[in-house]
């Protein structure tokens, strides 16, 4: 076994695996990857430890602006995911941050909504313990669920109900519900506050969903984005989550990467069944580089500082400080976007930003 440490792991979440495999952050390689590292425990991905909140910007609503954490507070727990197996599930384990937003990364089929699901109390695991705020899951699920936000992929609503009666329903519903704020928000996302809610165009629909949610005062949110949104719906939702958020920890549910690295401090992705990496965005694209081989076909000598993490034809993955000068065999290196590293660790891309073509019809 190699002696080269894995990459940092995050130092707060849950309990480690017993063993090596389960540690293991990057899947087999598909067909067209032509080398990589032998070594499972050398691919491991994790962050730096957990940094300090990053300032937020400024509150739409009055009411939003009095939970916002402070720029010098560390960010404390509050939802944890430890060896969770549901569906396609495997031994997942995740922590979400007070105050952050955490990017759920992975394709479609991974187990992203059953997660989510499964922090509301709506689905049983197999296996795991999950908690929100102190609370565990399925015990609590009653009191979790008064301090959980959700919005599904594709929100419904009585028939008759327009969003102005929709937050007279939620104000006899939810205890910790503030109604001026939620008006204010919906005159702020573009809302027609007398329009039946299910006459409207999904990404509306999702952005009344999502100030619903963070109007009855959270602990945390979950936003499940469907398949079917476009960029540009996409784009609004996560304006208005930037736009909404609190100190709630924010889960954010995706199979793109596009847009989600301006709005997510943290990042989580799942493949395979299992969370490869949770932790601090910046320091997974720190770890990583991309270098261009000389040879595809033949596999360079590295130095003990550069691990290799996975190889795509004649790009060859990496983890650790450039050398200077480059070793034999490779030309040049290069920093990594979101996109680029998830499909480093995992060996497969998520799919890219559609046309701006399709995006028309949410202008």
């Known amino acids: 076994m190699s002696t080269d440490p894995p990459l940092r792991q995050d130092s707060a979440p849950s309990p480690p695996p017993e063993d090596d495999e389960a540690r293991d952050l990057t899947p087999d390689e598909p067909e067209d990857a032509t080398s990589g590292p032998e070594d499972d425990e050398a691919r491991d991905l994790a962050p730096d430890q957990v940094e300090d909140a990053p300032s937020e910007p400024e509150a739409a609503t009055e009411g939003a602006s009095e939970a916002r954490p402070s720029e010098a507070a560390t960010p ?73 936000g ?45 329009r039946r809610l299910n006459d409207l165009p999904l990404d509306q629909r999702l952005r009344v969903s999502l100030a619903a949610a963070f109007c009855m005062r959270p602990r945390l949110v979950l936003v499940d984005v469907p398949a079917a949104l476009g960029d540009w719906g996409r784009e609004l939702l996560f304006a208005a989550i930037a736009q909404a958020r609190t100190k709630a920890a924010v889960l954010v549910a995706d199979s793109r990467v596009h847009g989600l690295d301006a709005l997510a401090s943290r990042v ?83 799919p890219a930003p559609r046309s701006r073509a399709a995006r028309v019809r949410f202008e």
Do not use: C, N
């Open 268 to 350: 989580a992705i799942l493949a395979r069944g299992r969370v490869r990496y949770t932790g601090p965005a910046s320091s997974l694209l720190e770890q990583l580089r991309a270098y261009r081989l000389a040879d595809a076909g033949v596999a360079p000598t590295l130095p003990p500082e550069l691990v290799a993490v996975h190889q795509r034809g004649a790009t060859l993955y990496a983890r650790g400080t450039p050398p200077d000068p480059l070793p034999a065999g490779l030309l040049q290196a290069r920093e990594l976007d979101l996109g680029e590293a998830y499909a480093a660790v995992v060996g497969e891309a998520l």
């Open 150 to 194: 959700y919005v599904p992929p594709d929100p419904t609503f009585y028939p008759s109900q327009d969003a102005a009666s929709l937050g007279r329903f939620l104000a006899g519903l939810h205890p910790r519900w503030v109604t001026p704020p939620y008006l204010l928000l919906l005159d702020a996302l573009g809302i027609d506050r007398d």
């Open 76 to 148: 404390e727990p509050v939802a944890t995911v430890s060896g969770l197996s549901l569906g396609p599930l495997q031994d997942a384990s995740l922590t979400l941050l007070d105050g952050e937003v955490t990017a759920l990364l992975g394709p479609a089929g991974a187990g992203k909504s059953l997660l989510l699901r499964a922090l509301l109390g709506l689905e049983r695991p197999q296996a795991g313990t999950l908690s929100v705020a102190d609370l565990a899951l399925p015990r609590d699920a009653r009191k979790i669920r008064g301090l959980v």
